[in-house]
Antibody
């Protein structure tokens, strides 16, 4: 079975750095893009971008460009979402999800067919 | 940027049919995907490419698109269907995925 397992709850102070993980299993991890989605408390889903595990090629939503960094380590089937300097407004739930199908330079219409359980990030002084 | 509009909420009794709409400019020309998110859980894909169902999703769930509206239909609604539902498309102009604001389905 396809599974995406995310790292656990993180409690950080403003200005600290953070890297959360999403490990895939049950399929060839290098074959599918991984997306990241934010959900603020009580709010809807926001697309942050996607990363290709084979070479860490990344595409960012304009809303998150420059605020976060995606990466991947294909040797351990893991994708990462990283912040260099957290702000209180980064608090929320972060989900990774597998993209079904091919993504080209300007086209990536496939759905998120499998999701991680989410990582809660709390940023507070 | 491309905007998807969903009604914030929908309430109906168990056994009735729920129709959750998702409005967007010429949405019928795009592939629409639908996700269910129960409280405290990760989203779950329930319909993809407008009307296809992943394995394990009951036949009670179906999708359709026409013109500027996509619709997720849930027949014979059950208590377990109480959740938030989100539509999503790929916007080729901005090269972004777009989610609708979500619809909270309450089963009375």
């Amino acid at each position: 079975d396809v599974q995406l397992v995310q790292s656990g709850v993180e409690v950080k102070k403003p200005g600290e750095s953070l890297k959360i993980a999403c490990q895939g299993s049950g399929y060839n991890f290098n074959d599918n893009w991984i997306g990241w989605v934010r959900q603020m408390p009580g709010k809807g889903l926001e697309w942050m971008g996607i990363v290709y595990p084979d070479d860490s090629d990344s595409r960012y939503s304009l809303s998150f460009q420059g605020q976060v960094t995606f990466s991947a380590d294909k040797s351990i089937n893991t994708a990462y979402l990283e912040w260099e300097s957290l702000q209180a407004s980064d608090s929320g739930m972060y989900f990774c999800a597998r993209v079904r199908g091919y993504c080209g330079v300007t086209s990536c219409p496939g759905e998120f067919d499998h999701w991680g359980q989410g990582t809660q990030v709390i940023v507070s002084s | 940027s491309y905007v998807l509009t969903q009604p914030p909420s929908l309430s109906l009794a168990a056994g009735q049919t729920a129709k959750i709409t998702c409005g967007g400019d010429n949405i019928g020309s795009r592939s629409v995907h639908w996700y269910q998110q129960r409280p405290g859980q990760a989203p779950l894909l329930v319909v993809y490419d407008d009307s296809d169902r992943p394995s394990g999703i009951p036949e009670r769930f179906s999708g359709s698109t026409s013109g500027n509206t996509a619709t997720l239909t849930i027949n014979r609604v059950e208590d377990a269907d109480e959740a938030d539902y989100y539509c999503q498309v790929w916007d080729r102009e901005t090269v972004h995925r777009v989610f609708g604001g979500g619809t909270k389905l309450t089963v009375l």
